[in-house]
């Protein structure tokens, strides 16, 4: 099992590009979440996932987009990237919301 | 509202000593979870023990044990025998109670610990 994987895992953007990042789960886990790591502030969530086609707003949601149309698969899209959103981010999943969360290795973002 | 806090931002521990890692929280919840996570250099977070709100014991992990305080709402990482790869930083983290159907996790602001040899 590759268990949580993220795509890509450095980018580089200039301000107001779009991308997406992706996040593959093959341990058919129902939750699903995106975090963003800055320095001296831990992990704070972006949006998350209970279920197939299901998502909602975590902490900081304010200039992204997500995704789940399958259940292995959630998606993460800026839409107009910020320098704001340099930022390292986290993919997570979940068996249930009892367990412990399994991490992506992360994927590194520049916005210049 | 929910909160996580991890008041040492670095610590060093001599090799094959125990060092202690604070963490205390706020919650109004009377069913929550309490989770450590390591964070090494290269990037990953890696999930190391977890307590239960209800839990009587305290949690042991190995090396890892969690010295688990209700009434003072902390959960402090005990690692034992402290070893050079333990290098790195440490998250802790409370999801939401059982009125949250979400499973969310709440982090700290993380602790970096270094091993001296």
């Known amino acids: 099992n590759a268990g949580v994987t993220q795509t890509p895992k450095f980018r580089v953007l200039k301000t107001g590009q779009s991308m997406t990042l992706l996040c593959a789960q093959d341990m058919n886990h129902e939750y699903m979440y995106w975090y963003r790591q800055d320095p001296g502030m831990g992990l704070r969530l972006i949006h998350y996932s209970v279920g197939e086609g299901t998502t909602a707003k975590g902490e900081v949601p304010d200039g992204y987009n997500v995704s789940r149309l399958k259940k292995q698969n959630f998606l993460l899209g800026l839409e107009s990237a910020a320098p704001s959103q340099t930022s390292v981010y986290f993919c997570a999943s979940t068996e249930g919301r009892y367990n412990e969360q399994f991490f992506g290795p992360g994927t590194r973002l520049t916005v210049l | 509202a929910q909160k996580i806090t991890q008041t040492q931002p670095g610590m060093f521990v001599q090799e094959k000593e125990a060092v202690t890692l604070d963490c205390t929280y706020d919650?109004?919840?009377?069913?929550?979870?309490l989770f450590w996570y390591k964070q090494p250099s290269s990037g990953e977070m890696i999930f190391l023990i977890y307590q239960g709100s209800y839990d009587e014991q305290n949690a042991t992990e190995g090396r890892y044990s969690l010295n688990f305080q209700k009434a003072r709402k902390s959960a402090n990482l005990v690692i034992s025998a402290s070893q050079l790869g333990d290098s790195a930083m440490y998250f802790c983290a409370m999801r939401e109670g059982r009125s949250s159907n979400t499973g969310k996790l709440i982090f700290g602001q993380g602790t970096t610990l270094q091993v001296k040899p």
């Open positions: 919650t109004s919840d009377q069913s929550y979870g």
